[in-house]
């Protein structure tokens, strides 16, 4: 693996800098003084892989509980005099990464607060009651990208500044996604609230309540944490992977697998966020209680691990043959449509059960159970699209290195283990009508291979 040396000035100290939720330092004004090489080195030894991501998607809220709002300096400049006088910017230094980061999640919270969207209603709970999700994520993705633009063109902001502090804001992230998981055990175990959001569900078992959580939906000032740290991680990915091409633009790397893993990850993520209300009606939403699990996948393992592809090309060029685009390419367009088809079939029949699919109407098992279109294929036809689109982002990347693969054999391992859990607690829960859908649909996630 890649031998990644990050080689800081004396200006960029090697502190605890720390979007999965989903996802940065880039989102804080920093002033980098220009050099004639990049901070970021790579050796191509292959000995270890350095995963120098950023962390917009990690420390929401342990930031806003356990530490003082960030210090900063204020620097004017000399006005220029070329017929006209002006100043230039304000412009902010922060001592440290972690310090930077509760600018993002300002934003993201202010954003999500006041920014007009769908207002989505969530499932019904046990006890009769549904939240409701303000589904404004794209427009505060723009935006975001807007004031980061203007800050680079002003000379504000680096876009490299996410791979020049690749392993602070790797090591803080994950610090801060313990601490996250760490204050909601204890929220939890100190709630008295009886509701299906905020009821705490406590086993007794130290380390299971940690790692699955104890509320359903717990909130911080009013707003779903599960789905705010997924929004944070999916802006977190986007935005590391627009400074990783920043990078390879300043190092002359670009290539056309670089072109290609870029282009797959900016389709997927901003239709994440055209279809964000489909994330309400998800079992991660629905079902999972927020533990350290949840925070981590969101908060690091979406941003860190996803852009894996992007850091390998960095120092790997790979030349594609045109079979082999032509081939990537059709992957991704195979593994969106599964992927975003069986979401979309899901989320339209929870809401309206005698909507069409594929044209006809829907074959329900019990009242409940829809097996019709994707769903009737396979039990969990959704994870199937999701590896594909895994392996298109790896497949950019060609067949040299393992590295690049990391993620989507991961993901199968991780989605089989789902599986099982999904299986589980099906069986469970619809019993006789479960047992129909099985014989009906005999396919668990590949048709006649799994």
Known sequence: MPRLRTMMDDRIRNDDGGCSQRKIGVCSPIRLKSRSKPSLHLCHDRRELHLALPTFATVAIPIWMLTLPPRSQIIFFRKRASGLFRALPLRFRFESGKRRLPLFFAYLTVAGSTLPGKLVPGAVLQDGSRLHYRCNGLISLLILAGILGAASKLDIVSLTVIADRGLELLSTTFLFSFLVALVLYVVGCKSSNRSSSLKPHVSGNLLDDWWFGIQLNPQFMGIDLKFFFVRAGMMGWLFINLSIFARSVQEGTMSQSMVLFQLFCALYILDYFIHEEYMTSTWDIIAERLGFMLVFGDLVWIPFTFS??????????????????????????????VFRGANKQKHVFKKDPKAPIWGKPPRVIGGKLLASGYWGIARHCNYLGDLLLALSFSLSCGMSSPVPYFYPIYLLILLIWRERRDEARCAEKYREIWAEYRRLVPWRILPYVY
């Open 308 to 337: 894996i592809q992007g850091w390998w090309l960095l120092s790997n060029k790979v030349e594609l043959r045109t079979a082999a685009v032509i081939a990537n390419c059709f992957t991704f367009v195979i593994g969106y449509l």
